[in-house]
Antibody
Framework: EVQLVESGGGLVQPGGSLRLSCSAS????????MHWVRQAPGKGLEYVSA????????YYADSVKGRFTISRDNSKNTLYLQMSSLRAEDTAVYYC??????????WGQGTLVTVSS | DIQMTQSPSSLSASVGDRVTITCRAS??????LAWYQQKPGKAPKLLLY???RLESGVPSRFSGSGSGTDYTLTISSLQPEDFATYYC?????????FGQGTKVEIK
């Protein structure tokens, strides 16, 4: 059974940093691209970032480019999102997502990031 | 970036109704389109991919169609468990943009 478990969310002040982690199990992690998607309270889904299976290629939404860094450790079956220079508009539930044929086949339960003073 | 325009933003329907949701891309996406269902407090769930292919375990009352820039999700006979918010998403580009969502409510 595929499982994706996010952690690392919490309350952070504007301008601060936070690192999210996603622990994956139930599939060959190193064979799949992975994504981060977020959802602000009461709002729709927003693509955040993607990383290729070997970590060699990374992609970012314009809204986070230069502030967020996606990475992965295939030896630990873990996906990361390093977030810095956080803003109030980054407040959201962040989902870790497994890629399958381009579509987002499995989603974690999400971790809430709140940016507020 | 490819923009996705989804309509309607909400609709009210009764159990047994046929429901149609549309999604338009700002450029051709070659059927690289997925549909997701999200219930309150839960993560989204993949329903269809490649515009019309049903994900394993998804009931056959869900179907998808379309090509080029215009795509449709149809629920042939709405069931009580189908009341939720639905999102389309293009994955033609790596930045997989979503539509704004359609909330399906009970009439």
């Amino acid at each position: 059974e595929v499982q994706l478990v996010e952690s690392g969310g919490g309350l952070v002040q504007p301008g601060g940093s936070l690192r999210l982690s996603c622990s994956a199990s139930g599939f060959t992690f190193s064979s799949y691209a992975m994504h981060w998607v977020r959802q602000a309270p009461g709002k729709g889904l927003e693509y955040v970032s993607a990383i290729s299976s070997n970590g060699g290629s990374t992609y970012y939404a314009d809204s986070v480019k230069g502030r967020f860094t996606i990475s992965r450790d295939n030896s630990k079956n873990t996906l990361y999102l390093q977030m810095s220079s956080l803003r109030a508009e980054d407040t959201a539930v962040y989902y870790c997502v497994k890629d399958s044929r381009g579509a987002y086949s499995y989603w974690g339960q999400g971790t809430l990031v709140t940016v507020s003073s | 970036d490819i923009q996705m325009t989804q309509s309607p933003s909400s609709l009210s329907a009764s159990v047994g109704d046929r429901v149609t949701i549309t999604c338009r891309a700002s450029q051709g996406i070659s059927n690289s389109l997925a549909w997701y269902q999200q219930k309150p407090g839960k993560a989204p769930k993949l329903l269809l991919y490649a515009a019309s292919r049903l994900e394993s375990g998804v009931p056959s009352r869900f179907s998808g169609s379309g090509s080029g820039t215009d795509y449709t999700l149809t629920i042939s006979s709405l069931q009580p468990e189908d009341f939720a918010t639905y999102y389309c998403q293009q994955y033609y580009s790596t930045q997989g943009t979503f539509g704004q969502g359609t909330k399906v409510e009970i009439k």
